[in-house]
């Protein structure tokens, strides 16, 4: 994925709308967590196993898409606006994250899982 | 960005763990929400300029790197869980953008953009 | 609940910290929202059942309490700055809800549920 | 404002719905932060100033006073369903505040605040 040209299409998009003055960072942090609970809500009232199918209904998994578009498309205009190189900031996580919860130690442990993340 | 490849390595990351049984599209979905709401935290009571500048104080910047980092992996997990394409996704969503903000109406219009926004 | 009498309270211990310039209705909005999320992260890898049963457990439940006063002391800080009377904004609610969801057609019906729901 | 009333209205108006089973803890979290994203949004465009001035546009004031509604009864809900006894958690959350926050080092602090606000 070219994040890199998204950003530039992203920000002449932007630009050309004069959305410049709209877009700080902390404007941008709010739309995106309210696309994320857009998103959520789409599973709010479904048990976990109907949201597992959820992929095979069609009308469905279209409104997630583009939801899922729009958390993305926010997330990648604030990580410009901030100077983050997203892919950078997600390997240097995903190896923290492996340090944080050894196997033997999360193995299958919700409870634990779950804690830990509280204390995050 | 080899969004595939990280997939896979999440993947492994949470089969090793046995977490597999709580990364429902359900809980992951939950999961994206909050680290989008703790990325928003550092914001909160930032004046649109501070949030301008947030960039250049290291210690901020380095917690929310942290944060992008994390609303990104659940959100590419999720993304793998219900079987979309993120590329794919983002790329009709800008065309879908680009046809429902026509330049001429959107221009530094921050209402109608409000509005618009609302409506969706 | 002597709700006018918490936002007196609420308004005298911001006015002697001189948070009042922070304490906007957007800022009160985000602070809400960032604080329901942190009451949802309380829940977000238990099933369903486990979350029946965490007011039996005093750790969770003591955790549980505090963040839903959290929620509730923006909520009505937010509600004093709107000058909003939340006692009448329920009433009222409750009362168009009454007659969105007919007991008939809104019977056990999840999906009708989540539809209008997410039309709303 | 007579919370345990409403809590038991609430509760009828769900069993005569056969709502009971969606109910759970857990969903009652999500659909109370979904709503308070749904609030967020209505001051996500605007300014600090604006949002200040927004309980003087009729159109935009009920639009937020139904969304602080939607707050309000999940989040009495989710009360009811915890065995939380509301007026109390506030009560004693307001107590513990002004501990926290003494006033000496919290006035007009804004960083101080929001570090304060993180590490809770």
Same mark, same amino acid.
């Given at each position: 994925?070219?994040?890199?040209?998204?950003? %530039? *299409? &992203?920000?002449?998009?932007?630009?050309?709308?004069?959305?410049?003055?709209?877009?700080?960072?902390? /404007? @941008?942090?709010? +739309?995106?967590?309210?696309?994320?609970?857009?998103?959520?809500?789409?599973?709010?009232?479904?048990?976990?196993?109907?949201?597992?199918?959820?992929?095979?209904?069609?009308?469905?998994?279209?409104?997630?898409? %583009? *939801? &899922?578009?729009?958390?993305?498309?926010?997330?990648?205009?604030?990580?410009?606006?901030?100077?983050? /190189? @997203?892919?950078? +900031?997600?390997?240097?996580?995903?190896?923290?994250?492996?340090?944080?919860?050894?196997?033997?130690?999360?193995?299958?442990?919700?409870?634990?899982?779950?804690?830990?993340?509280?204390?995050?």
């Amino acid at each position: 994925m070219d994040i890199h040209g998204i950003q %530039e *299409e &992203l920000k002449e998009f932007a630009e050309a709308r004069e959305w410049g003055r709209f877009h700080s960072p902390k /404007n @941008l942090a709010i +739309a995106l967590a309210v696309e994320a609970s857009e998103l959520l809500e789409h599973f709010q009232w479904l048990t976990d196993d109907e949201s597992r199918t959820l992929a095979g209904r069609p009308e469905d998994h279209a409104a997630v898409v %583009e *939801e &899922l578009a729009d958390v993305m498309i926010y997330l990648i205009q604030l990580a410009a606006r901030l100077n983050v /190189n @997203l892919e950078q +900031a997600v390997a240097d996580k995903m190896r923290k994250n492996a340090e944080k919860y050894p196997i033997d130690l999360a193995r299958g442990n919700a409870v634990k899982y779950n804690r830990r993340a509280i204390e995050e």
